[in-house]
């Protein structure tokens, strides 16, 4: 069996200090740029490879973050782990991901086995019916948590998502400025805060502009191209016949006008949606979807960005730090016109 390479053989082949092929190892910028990459070549000639387990008994932390979202073949979620990745990595932290789907008991699970490896800390959109106490059980072990996409009403915690309320007025009052009275809310669920404030933004918008909320114009439930395909059935058979929908996300609106094409009609011109998220597939989408950019992105990068500092001792106030979205007006909305 080969022997295994250590620090001070690195060390010795170059002719320098223990202690100085550490700090280069960790990317301490006490070791100059050309000397780091020399030890950083040397160490891979060697086959060195880092211990993070004994690193951890020297440092107290291990280098390890846990990151647990719905379903990251959602690409919101997607795109908020792209910017968390990007962000950990300037510090060399890794992160381990999780799906819950909105399983408590699979959550849970999770921040378990974390604490047992570890993990220095947690990022987290958390299921529907997370209990206070998984977030104070992470927390008490000193592995603090940052909340994303949604919040805890009943904690405290530094929560980064886009402003929803708002956001959804943004798209409901570009259907009613083009003449739009009937409109329809297509998916979401008042489960999580997400979806609570989505639909009070989208009644706020109609209220605000003398349009009576109709409650049969909201339907509930839709969060992925299939449940906006499938909700199309439903919708082209409300009685009231709207000529709009503001969709819970983006999938959503792209199955629904696919639903809507299915039916012989076309998105953009007998009927508008709109979006939400701003995903790379909007843009290309057939017609080319209006949306609401929610700063995924940001998110992710403030979130990262926070628990890193929580970790080296400052950090950012508790509470919701909310990113303030922007509308994306394209081809899928057009002037109402009387049929």
Not at 206 to 227: N, T
Request: a neutral charge; glycine letters at 8%; hydrophobic letters at 40%.
């Amino acid at each position: 069996m080969a022997q295994k390479i250590k620090l001070s053989t690195i060390a010795e082949t170059l002719g320098i200090s223990t202690a100085t092929v550490s700090l280069a190892l960790r990317d301490s910028p006490l070791v100059a740029v050309n000397t780091r990459e020399k030890i950083k070549d040397q160490a891979r000639a060697l086959g060195y490879i880092y211990n993070r387990r004994a690193a951890s008994l020297r440092t107290s932390r291990s280098g390890i973050i846990g990151v647990v979202v719905h379903d990251i073949m959602n690409p919101f979620y997607g795109e908020i782990l792209k910017a968390i990745e990007s962000e950990l990595d300037r510090s060399r932290h890794t992160f381990i991901l999780s799906n819950h789907y909105d399983s408590v008991e699979k959550q849970r699970t999770f921040i378990e086995t974390l604490l047992q490896l570890g993990g220095d800390g947690v990022i987290m959109s958390p299921a529907i019916g997370t209990p206070p106490e998984d977030f104070e059980l992470a927390e008490e072990n000193g592995m603090p948590a940052i909340l994303v996409a949604r919040q805890i009403e009943a904690l405290d915690l530094p929560t980064f998502r886009g402003d929803d309320s708002y956001g959804i007025s943004l798209a409901t009052n570009h259907l009613i400025s083009l003449g739009h009275r009937s409109i329809a809310m297509i998916g979401g669920t008042d489960q999580t805060s997400t979806g609570r404030d989505r639909y009070q933004g989208y009644v706020n918008a109609l209220r605000k502009a003398g349009i009576e909320v109709d409650p049969d114009l909201r339907i509930p439930g839709a969060r992925s191209k299939q449940g906006g395909f499938e909700a199309a059935v439903h919708f082209l058979s409300l009685p009231q016949k709207p000529t709009a929908a503001v969709c819970w996300n983006d999938l959503v609106a792209i199955g629904l006008m696919n639903g809507i094409s299915r039916a012989g009609l076309v998105p953009g011109r007998d009927i508008s949606v709109t979006g939400y998220d701003d995903l790379e597939e909007a843009a290309i989408a057939t017609p080319a979807l209006t949306t609401v950019w929610n700063g995924q992105a940001e998110v992710g990068r403030l979130a990262a960005r926070a628990l890193l500092d929580r970790l080296a001792g400052s950090h950012e106030p508790d509470g919701i730090h909310l990113i303030k979205p922007e509308m994306r007006i394209r081809q899928s909305t057009a002037p109402y016109k009387a049929r």
